[in-house]
C-alpha cells in the first residue's frame, strides 16, 4: 500500500512539471541536447543519430582538419620569404592559431570515435579553491543585469556631468583668453620703447590666442554634442506607468516566465507531499491511533525537511533547465542567506524539534496556562491547537515556537477548566452579581439584574475571583434580641425560629430548593442576643439570591412578632473621662 501511494504522488509530482513547463512555452528550448534526445547506440549521446551520422561527421572533421594543414603550410612558407620579414609577428600568431585549431580538431575525432571526454583522462593538479573568482562567476551575470536595467539613467547622468564639465571648462578658456587679450593690450603700448621685446612677445601672445581659441572652438563642438545627446535622450524619455509597464512586459517575456515555472514546480512538490502525508494520515493505521507514538513524531519531522529540500531542489532545477543563472544566482544566494540565518538559530530549531517529537517542556494531553487561563495540548505542529472545553470560541492555533518557554502538566479529571460555564450565576469581587451568556477566550459578558450587560475581558474577569453561585450557596442572617430574652434565647428561641423559617420558605414555595437550614445562638453582644441563620441553597435558585435574603430577614421579623420578642435599639454609651490629678475643676 505504501509503495503504490508513494509511486503514485512521484507520477504526480511528474506530470504537474511537466504541465508547467508546457504551459510556460515548454522547456525543452533550454534543454541541454541529451535530454531532449535520448541516445540510442551504444556510445551514449555521441553517437546518439546512429552509425551513418558519426561517419559524416567523422569525415568532416578530417576535411576540415586537410585545409587548416594546408593554411598551415601556406604561412609557413610565407614566412620565409622575403616579403614576410615584414609581417613577422603577424604570420607566427596565425601559425599558432593554425597549429591550436588542428590539435583540437583532431581531439574532437577522437572524442567522438571513443565516446570519452579526454579531459577526464588528464591528470589535474590539486588547487585551491579560489573564492572571489567563484564568487565573480556567480555574481557576474546578476550584477551584469542590474547594469542593463540601469543603463539609461545613468548615461543621461554621464552625459550631464560630461556637459558640466564642458561649461566648466570653456568658462576657463574664456579667462585665458581674457588674460592673452590684457596682456596683447600691454605688450602694444610699450612696444615704441621696446620694439625687439615687444614684438616677440606680441608673436607669442598672438600665437597662444590663436591656440586658445581652438581649444575654445573644440569645447564648444564638443558641448554642443553632448547636450544635443543628452536632449535626445531626454525626448526619448517615456511616462512613468509605461515605462514600469515596459518593464514588467520584457520580465514576464523572460524571467519572469522562468520565475513562474520555478514557483510552480515548487508549489506542485509541496501539493503533492501535502497531499500525501494527508493520505497516510487518514488510512495508515499506525496514523490512525489517538496517540501519535514517537516513530510517527519522527516521520513527521522527516517530512517537513524533505518537503522544503524537494520544493527547493525543484525550484532550482527548473531555473538550470532554464538556463537562467542571474535568477538561479538569485536563489543561490536566498538560500545560502538562509542557511547563514539558521545557523544562529540552532538551539532555536533544537527546541522546536524536541516539541515536534513531544520531549519537550509541553506536550499532548497535558494542560498550560497561555494569557491567564488553561488549555489543553490537542496536537503539537508546526501550528499547536490549545483547547478549553468550557470556552465558547475555545480552540485556538499558536506557532510552535510560542510554545517555547512555556511548561504543561499532566491534568486531573476533576480540574475545571473555568470557573463558570454560560448560564452560570456568579458574584464577582467587586459586588457585581449576574448571569454569565457568553465566555470566550477574549470576553466574558454577564447579564444583571434589570437586563442591563456587562463585558469583562477574561483576564480580569478572573482576576475578580467570580464566586459561582450556580452549583448552590449559602446565606448567613445574623439577628439581635433584647437581653430580656437571656433565658430563652440558647434553647427556645432558635427552635421556634427554626420552625418559623421552615414553614415560612415551605409557603412561598422554596423547600425543594432548601438544602440544610441552621439556626443557632451566636454571641452576647453590646446590645444584643444574636441569634445565627445559616440557610444552604441548590444553584437552581442562584437568581432569587437577594430575594432570599431578604425573605430570611422578614420572616425572622414576623416570628419575632408573634412570639413577642423584642429586637433592641443599638445602645450606644458615652464614657467621660476622669479629669486629671492637682488640677483644679472647672
Known amino acids: 500500500m505504501a509503495g503504490s501511494m508513494i509511486g503514485a504522488v512521484t507520477r504526480i509530482v511528474f506530470g504537474l512539471g511537466l504541465l508547467a513547463g508546457w504551459l510556460l512555452g515548454g522547456l525543452s528550448p533550454a534543454l541541454p541536447a541529451w535530454a531532449q534526445e535520448p541516445a540510442t547506440g551504444l556510445e551514449g549521446r555521441t553517437r546518439a543519430g546512429g552509425a551513418p551520422q558519426t561517419l559524416e561527421t567523422l569525415r568532416a572533421i578530417l576535411a576540415a582538419q586537410e585545409q587548416l594543414t594546408e593554411q598551415l603550410k ?13 609581417q613577422r609577428e603577424e604570420i607566427n600568431r596565425k601559425i599558432n592559431e593554425l597549429s591550436a585549431k588542428i590539435a583540437q580538431a583532431g581531439q574532437n575525432f577522437t572524442e567522438i570515435v571513443t565516446g570519452i571526454d579526454l579531459a577526464d583522462l588528464e591528470v589535474k593538479p590539486k588547487t585551491e579553491l579560489d573564492w572571489t573568482a567563484e564568487l565573480k562567476d556567480i555574481l557576474g551575470p546578476i550584477i551584469q543585469e542590474l547594469r542593463s536595467l540601469t543603463a539609461r539613467p545613468r548615461e543621461l547622468d554621464r552625459l550631464r556631468r560630461e556637459a558640466e564639465e564642458y561649461r566648466t571648462r570653456q568658462a576657463a578658456i574664456q579667462r585665458g583668453l581674457d588674460n592673452i587679450k590684457a596682456l596683447q593690450e600691454e605688450a602694444a603700448a610699450r612696444a615704441a620703447g621696446r620694439r625687439e621685446m615687444g614684438r616677440s612677445v606680441a608673436d607669442e601672445l598672438a600665437r597662444l590666442e590663436k591656440e586658445w581659441q581652438g581649444y575654445l572652438q573644440q569645447t564648444a563642438n564638443d558641448l554642443t554634442v553632448v547636450e544635443h545627446q543628452l536632449k535626445e535622450k531626454e525626448t526619448q524619455k517615456k511616462p512613468f506607468f509605461q515605462s514600469v509597464q515596459n518593464v514588467f512586459a520584457i520580465f514576464f517575456r523572460s524571467r519572469g516566465r522562468n520565475l513562474l515555472a520555478a514557483l510552480l514546480a515548487a508549489l506542485a512538490v509541496l501539493a503533492a507531499f501535502r497531499y500525501s502525508h494527508r493520505l497516510i494520515y487518514r488510512y495508515s493505521p499506525w496514523h490512525l491511533k489517538k496517540s501519535r507514538p514517537f516513530y510517527i513524531r519522527l516521520g513527521d519531522v522527516v517530512y517537513y525537511v524533505v518537503t522544503f529540500l524537494g520544493a527547493s531542489a525543484a525550484f532550482l532545477i527548473v531555473l538550470y533547465l532554464y538556463g537562467d543563472w542571474v535568477l538561479l544566482g538569485l536563489a543561490f544566494i536566498f538560500l545560502f542567506g538562509l542557511a547563514w540565518a539558521a545557523r544562529h538559530g540552532l538551539v532555536h530549531f533544537w527546541h522546536q524539534t524536541q516539541l515536534l517529537l513531544n520531549l519537550g517542556p509541553v506536550r499532548e494531553e497535558e494542560r498550560v496556562v497561555v494569557g491567564g487561563l488553561p488549555w489543553k495540548v490537542q496536537t503539537i505542529n508546526l501550528y499547536t491547537h490549545l483547547l478549553n472545553p468550557a470556552l465558547t470560541g475555545g480552540l485556538i492555533r499558536l506557532p510552535i515556537k510560542d510554545l517555547i518557554g512555556l511548561r504543561s502538566r499532566p491534568s486531573a479529571p476533576k480540574e475545571p477548566w473555568f470557573p463558570c460555564r454560560e448560564g452560570d450565576w456568579v458574584i464577582l469581587a467587586d459586588g457585581t452579581r449576574g448571569k454569565v451568556v457568553l465566555q470566550s477566550p ?6 444583571l439584574l434589570g437586563g442591563s450587560h456587562r463585558f469583562y475581558p477574561t483576564p480580569d474577569f478572573l482576576g475578580q475571583s467570580p464566586h459561582n453561585i450556580s452549583m448552590g450557596f449559602r446565606l448567613n442572617v445574623v439577628f ?4 430580656q430574652h437571656q433565658a430563652i434565647s440558647t434553647t427556645e428561641i432558635p427552635a421556634k425560629l427554626d420552625q418559623a423559617l421552615r414553614q415560612g420558605l415551605q409557603a412561598r414555595g422554596y423547600e425543594d430548593g432548601l438544602v440544610n437550614l441552621k439556626v443557632e445562638f451566636k454571641e452576647a453582644g453590646p446590645s444584643s442576643l444574636d441569634v445565627e441563620i445559616l440557610a444552604d441553597f441548590r444553584g437552581g435558585l442562584a437568581e432569587q439570591y437577594e430575594i432570599l435574603g431578604r425573605l430570611l430577614q422578614r420572616l425572622a421579623v414576623e416570628a419575632c412578632n408573634q412570639n413577642h420578642w423584642v429586637i433592641p435599639f443599638t445602645q450606644v ?7 486629671p490629678q492637682g488640677k483644679d475643676q472647672p
Open 74 to 86: 601556406t604561412a609557413r612558407e610565407r614566412l620565409s620569404t622575403p616579403e614576410g620579414e615584414g
Open 480 to 483: 439581635g434580641l433584647d437581653y
Open 442 to 447: 477574549e470576553t466574558v459578558e454577564l447579564v
Open 573 to 579: 454609651t458615652i464614657h467621660q473621662a476622669a479629669p
